[in-house]
């Protein structure tokens, strides 16, 4: 089978694999379809990503179809189309155990730690997989970016009609920003690609849309728009250690700030301003496994459209060509998707 590899930064090979053996006692066997890109991907293909090693195939955000059941699966059969859960940890970990599996400390990521799903077919524990009867492969493909900004607002504990404000309206930041809405909370967005800001302003009907300004005036702008007291919450999807060091500055007294996004820099902030609004500043990794099947849903009954999101395709073949082209905000990429089959 074709499958593809990052073999050092910038180096993209497609090469033959051999198929995958039977799936074991609680595995399946699944035809890949779809792997989108995301922001994780393309660091690890510059090589700036710090958990990821060369060589190693990429890939974690799946559309897949099951093909064959190993012995003592019950909640999958072939035919099945699903999305997959990508992180693999230890159930005998603390955080496991405490029913946090998504910071587990020995937590795998598909695609990232381990090889993953940048190929046609691979085999994956049956627990990991989430059905859908209607969804398509790409819908499918998506659920778990939209994964991530649902446990950041989850994290936030966002309510009704408080001011949440998105920094970075990449595929985070806009999952982000649909389950602030679906919460009742009124999204703000600060980036410093105006492009992005028009898609919000126009496919994700945002108005109160803000553009990263040299003299700073973003603050100011902000605080107009939500009556001089700031955001009760902001989360960060940008990975980017200034813009994360940033962040503080525009949390409501008492608010919440959740960094979403991963940096390998510093964070560093003046103390006394997050004392003196004693904020509380909380992370937020992965997802939860009850989150998948939530999303899902949500996808079905369309409270969640992600027509507009999926902006560039590619194949396998094309990849070496197009990843390149990806990186560059001047061809709009929002999400970028890999037709494998």
């Known amino acids: 089978m074709k499958a593809i590899s990052f073999d050092a930064p910038e180096t993209i090979r497609v090469f033959d694999a051999p198929l995958p053996d039977a799936p074991g006692k609680g595995e399946v066997k699944v035809a890949v379809h779809r792997v989108g890109i995301c922001g994780t991907d393309m660091s690890c293909y510059l090589g700036k990503f710090p958990f990821f090693a060369f060589p190693r195939t990429p890939g974690h955000e799946l559309g897949v179809e099951v093909l064959e059941c190993g012995p003592g699966v019950t909640d999958v059969q072939p035919g099945d189309h699903c999305s997959v859960e990508p992180y693999l940890n230890n159930p005998d970990s603390y955080s496991s155990r405490i029913g946090r599996p998504n910071c587990c400390n020995n937590l795998r990521v598909i695609?990232?730690?381990?090889?993953?799903?940048?190929?046609?077919?691979?085999?994956?524990?049956?627990?990991?997989?989430?059905?859908?009867?209607?969804?398509?492969?790409?819908?499918?493909?998506?659920?778990?970016?939209?994964?991530?900004?649902?446990?950041?607002?989850?994290?936030?504990?966002?309510?009704?009609?408080?001011?949440?404000?998105?920094?970075?309206?990449?595929?985070?930041?806009?999952?982000?920003?649909?389950?602030?809405?679906?919460?009742?909370?009124?999204?703000?967005?600060?980036?410093?690609?105006?492009?992005?800001l028009a898609f919000c302003r126009e496919k994700m009907r945002v108005s109160g849309t803000v553009m990263v300004e040299i003299d700073g005036s973003e603050l100011e702008r902000i605080k107009e728009m939500t009556s001089g007291n700031l955001c009760e919450v902001v989360i960060d999807a940008t990975g980017n250690n200034r813009s994360m060091s940033r962040a503080l500055e525009f949390v409501a007294y008492a608010g919440r700030l959740v960094y979403v996004g991963i940096t390998s820099g510093n964070i560093s902030f003046p103390h006394p301003l997050m004392h003196r609004k004693e904020m509380t500043i909380?992370?937020?990794?992965?997802?939860?496994?009850?989150?998948?099947?939530?999303i899902i849903k949500l996808m079905e009954d369309g409270t969640i459209?992600?027509?507009?999101?999926?902006?560039?395709?590619?194949?396998?073949?094309?990849?070496?060509?197009d990843f390149p082209t990806f990186l560059d905000p001047k061809n709009g990429v929002l999400k970028a998707m890999i037709e494998i089959t």
């Open 111 to 196: 695609g990232v730690h381990m090889d993953g799903g940048m190929c046609e077919q691979i085999n994956l524990p049956s627990h990991k997989l989430h059905k859908s009867t209607s969804l398509g492969f790409d819908q499918l493909a998506l659920v778990e970016t939209l994964a991530i900004g649902y446990h950041a607002v989850e994290r936030a504990g966002v309510q009704a009609d408080e001011n949440v404000l998105i920094i970075g309206s990449g595929p985070i930041g806009l999952s982000a920003l649909e389950f602030a809405r679906v919460r009742g909370g009124r999204p703000l967005v600060l980036d410093v690609n105006a492009d992005r």
């Open 282 to 294: 909380l992370s937020s990794r992965n997802s939860q496994p009850a989150d998948f099947g939530e």
């Open 305 to 321: 459209n992600t027509d507009p999101w999926i902006t560039h395709r590619t194949t396998m073949d094309q990849l070496s060509n």
